[in-house]
């Protein structure tokens, strides 16, 4: 069984310090589109499991909600500030917890993306035996190994793009990761770019 990603009371201290550290109020969705960030998009908690914690936290006077048109703007209270100050040390576990918890859920990531290209080769290796079975139904004289060229085809086509979705989850996930540790250069994203186009060329 999976664990889960924050330990009981830790995500609503989480809350209060990423309201801290915006330095102006937040909507509930910016609330999970920040969390969502700080895990580089391997967890995006509900809004059944932010807002009952926002209001909670209101209950206890350590953040307010102001109406702002149809949404609701929360912000830490200065007893919020305290609540933080007073528990630091507690924060800052709490962040160890969450960068095992991000590499484990992009292990699990990384694990999925594996499983389903499997899934893909079996699927596809399937297929093109039915259309050996076709092909020899229809009395094309052919060697029970061969593939068509079409069926060929689309075998390569799936299999690259399961290639670029892997990449694409394995890079997204580093990149969102490093995003949230601050430690994103422009010439990291250059050679993303460069690399690419390069590759492109190539094709």
Do not use: C
């Not at 399937?126 to 094309?140: D, F, I, N, V």
């Amino acid at each position: 069984m999976t664990p889960p990603v924050f330990a009981h009371g830790h995500l609503r201290l989480y809350l209060l310090s990423l309201l801290a550290e915006s330095g102006r109020g937040m909507h509930g969705y910016e609330l999970i589109q920040a969390l969502g960030d700080r895990f580089g998009g391997t967890y995006v908690p509900s809004a059944g499991t932010i807002y009952p914690r926002l209001a909670k936290l209101e209950e206890e006077g350590l953040v307010t909600k102001v109406a702002d048109g149809r949404k609701t703007v929360y912000e830490i209270t200065d007893a919020g500030r305290a609540e933080l100050a007073a528990r630091q040390s507690e924060l800052d576990g709490i962040e160890n917890d969450l960068t095992d918890s991000v590499r484990r859920l992009a292990d699990e990531v990384r694990s999925s993306v594996n499983d389903a290209m499997r899934s893909l080769r079996a699927e596809l290796a399937a297929a093109a035996r039915e259309a050996r079975t076709e092909a020899r139904s229809e009395g094309r004289s052919q060697k029970a190994e061969q593939t068509p060229d079409h069926v060929q085809s689309r075998i390569q086509l799936q299999q690259a793009e399961s290639l670029l979705a892997a990449f694409r989850a394995d890079v997204r996930t580093e990149l969102r990761m490093r995003a949230a540790r601050a430690d994103l250069p422009a010439e990291v994203v250059e050679r993303l770019r460069s690399g690419l186009d390069a590759l492109r060329k190539q094709l």
